[in-house]
């Protein structure tokens, strides 16, 4: 069964940074196109960050520009979103999720068809 496990979760206050990590089991990187979602309370999941198949793609949410790094690492099969200069809005749960319908980075949330159980980023001082 595929699935995807993320951690580096946590509290952080404003200005600070997190690393999230995402780890298949059961399959490789190497296959699919990789999304970072998230849900605040009360909103629908919306894309942060989404990845190409190759790694050499990548695209970013307009509110994450310039402060979130994704990045594909298929030699130790994990993808990492590193977040900096968070802010009390970056606040939810995250998720990281696999396509193969795509091998570009696209963050199209019904496309994503494996999903990880989430991982809480509170930011708050």
């Known amino acids: 069964q595929l699935q995807l496990v993320e951690s580096g979760g946590g509290w952080v206050q404003p200005g600070g940074s997190l690393r999230l990590s995402c780890a298949p089991s059961?399959?490789?990187?190497?296959?699919?196109?990789i999304g970072w979602f998230r849900q605040a309370p009360g909103k629908e999941r919306e894309g942060v960050s989404c990845?190409?198949?190759?790694?050499?793609?990548?695209n970013y949410a307009d509110s994450v520009k310039g402060r979130f790094t994704v990045s594909k690492d298929n030699a130790n099969n994990t993808v990492y979103l590193q977040m900096n200069s968070l802010k009390p809005e970056d606040t939810g749960i995250y998720y990281c999720?696999?396509?193969?319908?795509?091998?570009?980075?696209?963050?199209?949330?019904?496309?994503?068809?494996?999903w990880g159980q989430g991982t809480q980023v509170t930011v708050s001082s």
């Open positions: 999720a696999a396509t193969i319908r795509t091998i570009q980075a696209l963050c199209v949330r019904a496309w994503y068809d494996y």
């Open positions: 059961g399959f490789t990187l190497d296959d699919y196109s």
């Open positions: 990845i190409s198949r190759s790694g050499r793609s990548k």
